[in-house]
């Protein structure tokens, strides 16, 4: 309780570290912050023009299928991937400085949900003038979606940026099982071009929910079946109590690894 | 924890592993989890102090004695292995200045970042934001980007920030030669406002001045325990003794050093020079060899070394009063210079025997030779040495180089010898000057 009390009293870091992120990010650029808007619109554009030309895949309107899924995967990855390295790259700070140290986590973890925030702006311009349209009940849903694959991606983040202080390897070895992770998520395809006996090995896989349940709201423009994400809920609680725990035991040691 | 303690340490140790060749990787902790070797270093062997609100100590010793890794333990970066740590209210530590400074970022948005990695909230940064500014004199450079800054703008800017943090307790680590004479003078005056206003303040510190200005308590960690502990007036002259000692032995060790090189190496080089005329006596033969060296060196150069060379000095030596050799002394105590010389031929004329003392910029502190005071018969008709007794010597702390010279007809050189020897002087007492003039203070007590 006293951590979170403590996590509180630092929002203030964790606001100014998101805003330094997204400002610092795209500093010096001509357009600046409006490449974050940019580049998933110009993804959306190569996307599109790929799998409605080259390569025709068996769905309609692929690019949407395939967009709406990808944008909450990136959020999932690059929180992961790049959140193993967020306590490291900070070293001068955590060597010099005291602060709960579980703020550099949570900034990351927060920014990337920004980024995929501002992405979704795209996702909805998009739907609108393609005509492919909205369901506003099935939106209802999309922030309680959020917040589950949010919880899910901090606490692994919480995990893996601790243990990278101590075995720096863990951020490269994560580069390939999220890549490879991906492959078993269906971000490129549905479920249902799965055999029957692979289906529910596949469930088990929380980011299989989670990415249908998106698809549902964006593509299918249905409300999502919460019951399918009582597992992902599950997992994603259990994850961030073991990584809040885990963190709270490695992070004394953090500055003497440094 | 007492009412009126606002930090408490009891009996803390702390260890840190210094890895010889230390593996961070899967691979090197797998194959070679033998070859992990590493040695402990006990850094803190049971510290315990305990600080009153509105106090201000500050921590010293030589480097690497602990000072550093208590502050750090006060500060939470790294954590005791045995013993606790109780502080109450909120802790600010000016260890690392400019934390999170974004380069591409303006002045005042890196004071947002900045303050709020202290633990500041947004509503205390906006109502301390025209402070921060004013303090750090940057006026409408706060609004360009922080990698345009000078690093003098930069430093004054993340002290401005860290020292406008209302904090219960402030942890300073060896910061305070920030900016110029004018700033520093002003965050010292902050620093003491801050006090004031009843703000625990603990310094680390090798400027004993800094301390002694700000502080009314000053702890001494040596090996990692408390050696001294009182008000900076006791423990600092304790301390500085100490490290006059420390540096005699160093010094000493060096000269041996160097006359060793000496003999293998005969380089004319002026530093080496003087500390092998200081040291050829530590050996017999030695002292042959390096003297033949020297004389040739000497005439190579022939600005160092000059005369005739009838008579000449074959060793200088300073001892102190117990007759130990030694270069390094306290302000005030006494000097002997032993001047060994050998006849080479005999001088008829009236000789003269002189010293000066120079300080290494070349000022001329202080001269005299057997004519000015006078010695009577004063002759030098086979070899021997003659001894000066230097009383209660007050140079100031510094370097000193001494010349010798023999002198015949009060204008002919015989062998004049500058350089010859280096003294060092050290002191407790922070009176400025060429010398030391003993002095009292008297006033009416009102």
């Known amino acids: 309780m006293k951590l979170f009390c403590e996590i509180y009293d630092y929002r203030e870091m964790i606001f100014s570290l998101i805003k330094r992120d997204l400002k610092g990010r795209y500093k010096g650029s001509v357009l600046g912050f409006l490449w974050t808007f940019l580049n998933p619109l110009f993804q959306l554009i190569v996307y599109t023009f790929v799998f409605s030309t080259i390569m025709r895949a068996g769905y309609d309107k692929y690019y949407?299928?395939?967009?709406?899924?990808?944008?909450?995967?990136?959020?999932?990855?690059?929180?992961?991937?790049?959140?193993?390295?967020?306590i490291w790259a900070q070293k001068?700070?955590?060597?010099?400085?005291?602060?709960?140290?579980?703020?550099?986590?949570?900034?990351?973890?927060?920014?990337?949900?920004?980024?995929?925030l501002l992405s979704f702006i795209v996702i909805f311009a998009v739907l609108i003038l393609s005509g492919h349209g909205m369901n506003p009940i099935a939106l209802l849903y999309l922030p309680i979606i959020i917040v589950i694959e949010y919880i899910l991606a901090l606490g692994i983040t919480l995990i893996v940026s601790a243990i990278t202080v101590f075995l720096r390897d863990v951020e490269y070895i994560l580069g390939i099982i999220v890549m490879a992770w991906q492959f078993l998520s269906p971000v490129m395809y549905g479920v249902d071009m799965l055999p029957e006996e692979f289906q529910s090995i596949f469930l088990i896989n929380p980011m299989t929910s989670i990415l249908i349940a998106y698809r549902d709201i964006f593509y299918y423009k249905q409300t999502p079946q919460?019951?399918?994400?009582?597992?992902?809920?599950i997992l994603g609680i259990v994850l961030l109590i073991v990584g809040v725990v885990v963190f709270e035991k490695l992070k004394r040691h953090f500055s003497e690894e440094m | 924890m007492k009412s009126d303690n606002i930090i408490e340490v009891r009996d803390i140790t702390k260890c840190f592993k210094v890895f010889v060749d230390k593996g961070n990787t899967v691979k090197e902790r797998a194959l070679f989890s033998?070859?992990?070797?590493?040695?402990?270093?006990?850094?803190?062997?049971?510290?315990?102090?305990?600080?009153?609100?509105?106090?201000?100590?500050?921590?010293?010793?030589?480097?690497?004695?602990?000072?550093?890794?208590?502050?750090?333990?006060?500060?939470?970066?790294?954590?005791?292995?045995?013993?606790?740590?109780?502080?109450?209210?909120?802790?600010?530590?000016?260890?690392?200045?400019?934390?999170?400074?974004?380069?591409?970022?303006?002045?005042?948005?890196?004071?947002?970042?900045?303050?709020?990695?202290?633990?500041?909230?947004?509503?205390?940064?906006?109502?301390?934001?025209?402070?921060?500014?004013?303090?750090?004199?940057?006026?409408?450079?706060?609004?360009?980007?922080?990698?345009?800054?000078?690093s003098g703008m930069y430093m004054r800017l993340a002290f401005s920030v860290a020292i406008n943090v209302n904090a219960d307790v402030l942890l300073i680590d060896e910061i305070l030669g920030v900016g110029d004479a004018n700033f520093q003078a002003k965050c010292f005056n902050k620093l003491r406002e801050i006090k004031a206003k009843g703000t625990t303040i603990v310094i680390v510190s090798h400027s004993l001045g800094q301390i002694e200005q700000i502080c009314e308590r000053s702890i001494w960690i040596h090996e990692g325990v408390i050696r001294v502990e009182g008000t900076p007036r006791e423990v600092h002259p304790v301390y500085l003794d100490y490290m006059g000692?420390?540096?005699?032995?160093?010094?000493?060790?060096?000269?041996?050093?160097?006359?060793?090189?000496?003999?293998?190496?005969?380089?004319?080089?002026?530093?080496?020079?003087?500390?092998?005329?200081?040291?050829?006596?530590?050996?017999?033969?030695?002292?042959?060899?390096?003297?033949?060296?020297?004389?040739?060196?000497?005439?190579?150069?022939?600005k160092k070394r000059w005369g005739n060379g009838h008579i000449r000095f074959v060793d200088v030596c300073i001892l102190d009063k117990e007759g130990k050799k030694r270069n390094v002394f306290k302000t005030g105590s006494d000097i002997m210079i032993q001047l060994s010389y050998k006849v080479n031929k005999?001088?008829?004329?009236?000789?003269?025997?002189?010293?000066?003392?120079?300080?290494?910029?070349?000022?001329?502190c202080y001269g005299t030779n057997t004519l000015i005071d006078k010695i009577p018969d004063f002759r030098l008709n086979e070899d021997g040495m003659v001894v000066i007794k230097l009383k209660n010597?007050?140079?100031?702390?510094?370097?000193?180089?001494?010349?010798?010279?023999?002198?015949?007809?009060?204008?002919?050189?015989?062998?004049?010898?500058?350089?010859?020897?280096?003294?060092?002087?050290?002191?407790?007492?922070n009176d400025v000057g060429l010398c030391r003039i003993e002095h009292e203070w008297q006033y009416e007590k009102n």
Not at chain 1, 226 to 233: E, H, W, Y
Not at chain 2, 346 to 364: K, L, T, Y
Not at chain 2, 394 to 420: C, H, K, N, Q, T
Request: glycine fraction near 8%; aromatic fraction near 8%.
């Open chain 2, 393 to 429: 010597v007050m140079l100031m702390s510094g370097v000193y180089v001494l010349d010798v010279a023999i002198e015949a007809d009060m204008s002919i050189p015989i062998d004049f010898y500058r350089e010859a020897a280096v003294i060092e002087m050290y002191s407790e007492i």
């Open chain 2, 34 to 150: 033998k070859r992990r070797k590493y040695d402990y270093k006990q850094v803190l062997r049971g510290i315990n102090f305990d600080v009153k609100k509105g106090e201000a100590i500050g921590l010293i010793g030589h480097n690497g004695c602990g000072k550093s890794t208590t502050l750090k333990l006060l500060t939470k970066i790294i954590y005791p292995d045995s013993g606790n740590i109780k502080i109450t209210g909120r802790v600010s530590s000016l260890i690392e200045l400019g934390a999170g400074f974004h380069p591409d970022m303006s002045g005042r948005e890196n004071i947002y970042i900045n303050a709020s990695i202290f633990g500041l909230g947004r509503k205390e940064i906006d109502n301390k934001l025209d402070d921060i500014i004013a303090f750090s004199e940057l006026e409408e450079s706060i609004n360009h980007p922080v990698r345009t800054y000078s």
């Open chain 1, 226 to 233: 919460m019951s399918t994400l009582l597992l992902a809920t």
């Open chain 1, 92 to 116: 001068d700070m955590v060597n010099k400085i005291y602060f709960p140290r579980e703020v550099l986590p949570i900034a990351h973890v927060t920014c990337q949900l920004i980024n995929m």
């Open chain 2, 346 to 364: 005999v001088v008829e004329n009236d000789v003269a025997m002189g010293i000066g003392i120079f300080r290494s910029d070349g000022m001329h």
């Open chain 2, 245 to 302: 000692q420390k540096r005699e032995e160093i010094a000493e060790k060096e000269a041996v050093r160097q006359a060793e090189k000496e003999v293998v190496l005969p380089v004319g080089n002026e530093i080496i020079e003087i500390s092998k005329i200081e040291n050829v006596s530590l050996d017999g033969d030695k002292s042959e060899n390096a003297q033949i060296n020297t004389d040739e060196i000497k005439e190579d150069q022939n």
């Open chain 1, 64 to 86: 949407l299928f395939l967009f709406v899924a990808l944008i909450p995967w990136i959020f999932f990855s690059t929180s992961v991937v790049g959140g193993a390295s967020c």
